[in-house]
């Protein structure tokens, strides 16, 4: 059982005040900044290329990375995250840095959590499987507030942590032969399709739950080869959830679309999407 010291808590307030301003408002409550300035450009590289809704900054400050172990062929798996709300902490897995270009495989070199802070030693840089003391506030008649802990248990096993890593091959020699290779950059690239299009794509398909500023709900993610374009979007709030959604793009600038009913666990999803509509072919 572990208890997060008072310092830890007032971190994890500050983080939750950006997400919640992030996600009401559809804009950054700073003024924005792209350029990555933090250690380790080629795993930031890799988690853009990897996971979409992530924007590269964190309202104008660096997003969270951190190395947390290699193996034995120089693989690396560390914690990223920047206060999205889909995927909103990551562990990750780089196959190989060589020179200015990483690699790592498709798909499923990333696990998503809603929260983990309490699950991480911020300090050692190490996962953490037992339970946690998490605080919550109670709210007395008097408008008065109380924090008390909960005993919670971790939101991944170490069964979980070892599979996601035999499923990256870990300690295992290098095959790169399926990876994808990205070179290496500190920038978040910008889509290339025109915002009239998104902006239609995007009403479209939220429908009533369309948000005005439309170019502030949508976030670029990647292309393939051929042109073809993926972003993400958000929608309205309900009282209790907020929709987000996948949008595709093919060249003559016609779109599908796809809900992410869970934005923490999508990724057999979004691979079949990307399989139905043509992803990296001809």
Request: proline share 4%.
């Amino acid at each position: 059982m572990k208890k997060v010291d008072s310092s830890k808590i007032k971190l994890k307030i500050m983080l939750l005040i950006i997400a919640i301003l992030t996600t009401m408002t559809g804009c950054n409550p700073f003024s924005q900044r792209d350029l990555y300035t933090g250690e380790y450009p080629d795993l930031f590289t890799v988690v853009m290329n990897s996971i979409p809704g992530q924007k590269g900054h964190l309202g104008g400050a660096q997003p969270y990375l951190r190395v947390i172990a290699t193996d034995d062929y120089g693989r690396t798996l560390f914690l990223y995250f920047e206060g999205s709300v889909i995927s909103s902490y990551n562990l990750v897995i780089s196959q190989k840095t060589e020179g200015d270009v990483v690699y790592f495989y498709p798909h499923y070199n990333f696990i998503s959590f809603q929260d983990i802070f309490y699950w991480f030693d911020f300090q050692e840089g190490n996962l953490i499987f037992e339970d946690a003391e998490v605080p919550y506030v109670v709210h007395g008649s008097n408008n008065e507030r109380e924090v008390r802990y909960r005993l919670t248990p971790a939101p991944f096993s170490e069964l979980e942590i070892n599979e996601f890593k035999a499923r990256n091959s870990w300690n295992q020699p290098l095959d790169l032969g399926n990876a994808i290779r990205a070179e290496v950059t500190r920038n978040k690239e910008a889509g290339s399709v025109c915002n009239n299009i998104l902006i239609d794509a995007y009403n479209t398909a939220f429908g009533d739950d369309a948000l005005g500023r439309p170019l502030n709900r949508i976030v670029y993610f990647t292309s393939d080869g051929y042109g073809r374009s993926i972003y993400t979007g958000w929608g309205r709030w309900d009282g209790e959830n907020r929709t987000h959604i996948v949008l595709l793009f093919q060249l003559d600038a016609t779109f599908e679309f796809m809900i992410l009913f869970d934005p923490q666990n999508y990724q057999d999803e979004l691979k079949e999407f990307k399989v139905n509509n043509n992803w990296n072919k001809p």
